[in-house]
């Protein structure tokens, strides 16, 4: 090969090594952020429901909307529920007694509606008649029983109930155990609402039992409220969903008048005509003396405030046990 083509060839062997280094120098492209800001990340599956409502209620937040909603094929029974909006200016226009059309965002661990559009006024309701709030039907009678509520400090009557495999239970044999009991039916569907009450038991237990010292006196109970659904052998089903040591989580059913009056004790509200239920949310904490320590309000807490508050509940029993020993 020649001298000039020779300084040809280098030349180009430069070049190429400036490219090289200039290359290697750039910073990697930043991710790219999805158009939609409320797409959840590629690990968490996404579903999409468009559903037809009446809204019942809009809470002060300006971000909540109590809506009578129709059954989700494949999804839910028609319900009554608190559904949230990330954007305030979904509801702003909106009444209650609106008819509306929206979609249902439900992700695996957060559910809301976006896409709200009134498309009518639902018909007054006569008073009196079968289709008003609260109505029973035709020759329908539930007993129940007059109690109160129950407050911090308070002792926790012992309620008879019966357990997911079965067994006969009750309230007053957790004595000596700090009790964290939720209410739930299985059919709720929603990831704000039952499930996360699941969610966060199972955080709660995972991480109490890797807790170093932790006291071992605990349980957790999930108590259903739709006792005609909810059979032993349904929430045993159900309780698979969320794998757990059984000696220290339990599902339990009872007699329709008991859990009416647990549930009205600890301020916790469910209607239902057929299979529509309107429910709010409560989790309490019993110490190991049987009584209220806690009432946890909505879903809004955190597994880490329930550990605290066990841990706290199991040691009343050591601590009742010195007293009456002095």
């Not at 001298?3 to 060839?9: D, G, Y």
């Not at 790219?32 to 800001?37: G, K, Q, T």
């Not at 929206?102 to 079968?130: C, H, L, N, S, Y």
């Not at 009056?261 to 057929?274: K, N, P």
Request: net charge neutral.
């Amino acid at each position: 090969m020649n001298l000039p083509n020779l300084r040809i060839l280098a030349a180009a062997l430069l070049l190429a090594l400036v490219f090289a280094l200039a290359a290697c120098q750039q910073k990697p492209a930043a991710p790219s952020v999805p158009a939609d800001p409320t797409s959840a990340p590629a690990n968490t599956k996404t579903n999409f429901y468009f559903v037809k409502g009446v809204i019942k209620e809009l809470k002060p937040d300006g971000r909540t909307a109590i809506i009578e909603h129709e059954a989700i094929p494949n999804y839910m029974d028609a319900m009554t529920m608190p559904l949230r909006v990330k954007n305030t200016n979904e509801l702003a226009s909106l009444h209650p007694g609106d008819q509306v059309f929206f979609r249902m965002v439900v992700t695996d661990f957060e559910g809301w509606i976006d896409q709200v559009t009134k498309t009518g006024t639902a018909p007054a309701v006569t008073p009196g008649t079968t289709n008003a709030p609260g109505a029973k039907p035709k020759g329908a009678f539930r007993r129940v029983r007059d109690v109160l509520p129950l407050n911090i400090g308070d002792a926790v009557p012992d309620y008879p109930l019966t357990n997911h495999l079965g067994q006969a239970i009750s309230l007053g044999q957790f004595k000596g155990q700090a009790l964290a009991l939720t209410f739930i039916f299985t059919r709720c569907p929603f990831p704000e609402f039952c499930p996360r009450m699941g969610n966060n038991f199972q955080a709660t237990a995972k991480k109490l039992a890797a807790l170093t010292n932790a006291p071992t006196n605990w349980h957790l109970l999930s108590i259903t409220f739709d006792v005609e659904f909810d059979t032993p052998s349904v929430l045993k089903g159900y309780a698979a969903r969320y794998p757990a040591d059984p000696a220290h989580w339990s599902y339990a059913t009872g007699a329709q008048i008991e859990i009416d009056a647990l549930t009205e004790q600890f301020g916790l509200g469910f209607a239902r005509e057929g299979t529509i239920f309107n429910h709010n949310l409560r989790t309490v904490v019993i110490d190991a003396a049987g009584r209220v320590q806690s009432i946890l309000i909505g879903n809004e807490w955190k597994p880490e405030e329930l550990i605290a508050e066990l841990v706290k509940a199991a040691k009343v029993t050591a601590a009742a046990a010195e007293t009456k020993g002095k």
